[in-house]
């Protein structure tokens, strides 16, 4: 099943989740996770939290739609150390479609989780796997990536957003007439 996404201003996304009780599951963790894969899919993303599809959850999936076999689902996890470096990328979100802002992660990071069938792991992730990991982990903390921008990035982003909305309104008439 495919969920749909929640609306930007939905309150759930600025709450901080509920941890997952594996052992009185709310509903079964095989079928969220695969209900969110398909979600992340049908929407071609590369990560998608629960808070997304008004999910009150610390759970989310991360892997790149097109490989829906490698999809990760990632249950109750939580940050164990960063790295000193950190690097300044474009990111973008599902619920914020057409606004990609330059946000400032951490290259890599050591995380602790669990996997839908409950077993926990701790792992390192690095580079564009460690950003996706942080970027849906502060979802689950309700924390917006736009809190992460500095403002002028922030508004450089709302401004290249406005543009491009234009300009696809007006490819859709031209196509249209």
């Given at each position: 099943m495919v969920y749909e996404l929640v609306d930007q201003y939905d309150p759930l996304l600025t709450q901080k989740t509920q941890r997952f009780d594996f052992d009185n599951p709310p509903i079964d963790p095989v079928e969220l996770f695969e209900n969110m894969r398909d979600t992340l899919v049908a929407n071609q993303g590369v990560g998608l939290a629960c808070p997304q599809v008004g999910l009150?959850?610390?759970?989310?999936?991360?892997?790149?739609h097109s490989v829906p076999d490698e999809i990760m689902a990632i249950f109750n996890p939580t940050?164990?150390?960063?790295?000193?470096?950190?690097?300044?990328?474009?990111?973008?979100?599902?619920?914020?479609?057409?606004?990609?802002?330059?946000?400032?992660?951490?290259?890599?990071?050591?995380?602790?989780?669990?996997?839908?069938?409950?077993?926990?792991?701790?792992?390192?992730?690095?580079?564009?796997?460690?950003?996706?990991?942080?970027?849906?982990?502060?979802?689950?903390?309700?924390?917006?990536?736009?809190?992460?921008?500095?403002?002028?990035?922030?508004d450089l982003a709302k401004k290249q957003k406005v543009k491009l909305d234009r300009m696809r309104k007006k490819n859709v008439r031209q196509a249209v007439a």
């Amino acid at each position: 099943m495919v969920y749909e996404l929640v609306d930007q201003y939905d309150p759930l996304l600025t709450q901080k989740t509920q941890r997952f009780d594996f052992d009185n599951p709310p509903i079964d963790p095989v079928e969220l996770f695969e209900n969110m894969r398909d979600t992340l899919v049908a929407n071609q993303g590369v990560g998608l939290a629960c808070p997304q599809v008004g999910l009150p959850y610390r759970m989310f999936v991360m892997g790149h739609h097109s490989v829906p076999d490698e999809i990760m689902a990632i249950f109750n996890p939580t940050i164990v150390d960063y790295s000193g470096e950190e690097y300044t990328e474009e990111e973008g979100c599902l619920t914020f479609p057409g606004l990609f802002i330059k946000i400032k992660r951490h290259m890599n990071i050591r995380v602790r989780m669990a996997i839908e069938n409950g077993v926990t792991d701790t792992i390192n992730l690095d580079g564009f796997a460690a950003r996706i990991f942080q970027h849906e982990y502060d979802h689950l903390e309700g924390v917006l990536y736009q809190k992460r921008a500095n403002r002028y990035h922030l508004d450089l982003a709302k401004k290249q957003k406005v543009k491009l909305d234009r300009m696809r309104k007006k490819n859709v008439r031209q196509a249209v007439a």
